[in-house]
């Protein structure tokens, strides 16, 4: 049985791990690496969206203080993109490029290894980042703080949807040939759990930042928001689920890459739905 501190050592070592696969940021010597750690790091993916979240919030607010809301919302999705080396929207592209006509299962995950980009990507993470940009800009509209706390929220529960596929749902590729192929193991449902845990402490951390800057009320339309959000990237991820099994029979990399940002999109969408229903305006956020 492993002691406490162990254990508490350990699983930071696992959040490290998952930070180094997910982003560019440099990690410490003594994290080490074993393949089995990568699977096990798994559970700490939507802790990783909560530090690219928070550095896409912070390039927000400060872009926000010198540019209108779209500029500020355009950089901080760069910013967030070359973090994480565009990772997740190289998955996106290369599963619209196989998925995106009518081929065979076959073909479709050789098209998805191939590097070129097609039509089908380019159309789709084209339009994807749009949607995205232009939900981010209806937010920040209201007030950079509610866009900046919405972004530390929707990258924490986007990657949650891509963890809760990789429970649901077999690898669908070749195991030997995957480019990480610790992940092309299915996770237990107690790594769900911490995913889930995870991201319930960043929707909470981006309620009360926004509830200490622009008072109570607007912190309680904000978590009634992100609640709306996190119901409408929950779906996308279920459609993602149902697709993958009939097109693939599961996952792969790439398509859990497309998942976290369909489902980021959705989270977004929603959190603005629900936000304009409920008729917040804040002036001078």
Known sequence: ?????????????????????????????????????????????????????????????????????????????????????????????????????????????????????????????????????????????????????ALVAGHAVSRTGSVALLRWLPYAGDPEHAKAKPLAQRIGSAGLGVSVLWTCGAMATSVLVAGAVLGPSVAQAA?????????AAAAAAVVCARWLRRRLGGVTGDTLGATQQWAETAFYLGSLAALGRAGVTVAGG
């Open 1 to 149: 049985m492993t002691a406490p501190g162990g254990r508490a050592r350990h699983e930071l070592r696992l959040w490290f791990i998952a930070l180094q696969f997910l982003t560019r940021v440099p990690v410490p010597r003594w994290v080490g690496y074993e393949p089995v750690w990568l699977q096990d790091s798994a559970r700490h993916f939507a802790g990783v969206g909560l530090v690219v979240g928070g550095f896409g919030a912070a390039v927000l607010l400060a872009s926000a203080a010198l540019w209108p809301a779209p500029v500020a919302v355009l950089l901080s999705m760069a910013a967030t993109a070359w973090l994480t080396g565009a990772f997740h929207e190289d998955g996106l592209a290369d599963t619209c490029d196989g998925l995106g006509g009518s081929v065979s299962r076959e073909r479709a995950l050789e098209i998805m290894k191939d590097s070129r980009l097609g039509s089908y990507g380019a159309l789709g993470l084209g339009l994807t980042l749009a949607v995205k940009a232009a939900a981010l800009v209806g937010l920040a509209q209201a007030s950079p703080w509610v866009a900046a706390a």
């Open 223 to 231: 978590g009634s928001a992100w609640l709306v959000g996190a119901a």
